[in-house]
């Protein structure tokens, strides 16, 4: 078992939605969570990160941790289509070492 | 603006040939990485180092050998391609605060080699 779990979708939702991305996580050690941004022929690029329990906003985007449940979430408003990219969810696994989800494949139609 | 180039966006490679992924990073970093991505598994780690001369093994490093003479450089060898090898190969970078704050972790990657083992 994957110690950071993402369903890869992919998922498609016309332009304006509200989109949910969701991971889950095994380790209870882990502290820190990000999310990058991965678009389409480049690498990723961190987008939010998140410490242990609570939200953090930025913008249209909103990450929301619940340890209780070992639930990481990624909220993004008003999609838009230059939202479509794949969105990758990780966590340190320690030494600087960061463990990533599988991404979800995230469409947005205009 | 920082960067992360890797040397070749597209490879095609024999089953059995030698093959060298070469990484360099403007950003005075200590730490580089080199993870592979595959669809439906994420990004696997496969070697990382901390400093010049130094490595550790990842998550998947078996068929794999790296090395790192200077601390912009870090370079991914497969021994002996295999066509379980074909992949999206990513190298990154970061900053080594020892600290396991956020912004430490910042990984700032390339934009990846896709490697064909035939």
């Known amino acids: 078992q994957k110690e950071v779990e993402q369903d890869p979708g992919p998922l498609s939702v016309p332009e304006g939605a509200i989109v949910s991305l969701n991971c889950t996580y095994s380790n209870s050690a882990f502290q820190y969570f990000m999310w990058y941004r991965q678009y389409s022929r480049k690498g990723p690029e961190l987008l939010m990160y998140t410490y242990s329990s609570g939200n953090k906003e930025d913008g249209r985007f909103t990450a929301q941790v619940d340890k209780s449940s070992k639930y990481i979430s990624l909220f993004i408003r008003d999609s838009q289509p230059s939202d479509s990219a794949t969105y990758l969810c990780a966590s340190i696994q320690g030494a600087q070492k960061l463990v990533f989800g599988q991404g979800t494949r995230l469409t947005i139609n205009p | 603006d920082v960067k992360v180039t890797q040397s070749s966006r597209y490879l095609v490679k024999r089953t059995g040939e030698k093959v060298f992924l070469e990484c360099v990073q403007d950003?005075?970093?200590?730490?580089m990485f080199w993870y592979r991505q595959d669809p439906g598994l994420g990004l696997r780690l496969i070697y990382f180092s901390y400093d010049v001369k130094m490595k550790e093994k990842g998550d998947i490093p078996e068929g794999y050998s790296v090395s790192r003479e200077k601390k912009e450089r870090f370079s991914l060898i497969l021994e002996s391609a295999s066509t379980n090898q074909t992949s999206m190969y990513l190298c990154a970078s970061s900053l080594n605060t020892g600290d396991p704050q956020p912004a430490s972790e910042k990984l700032f990657f390339g934009s990846g080699t896709q490697l064909s083992v035939l």
């Open positions: 950003m005075d970093h200590e730490n």
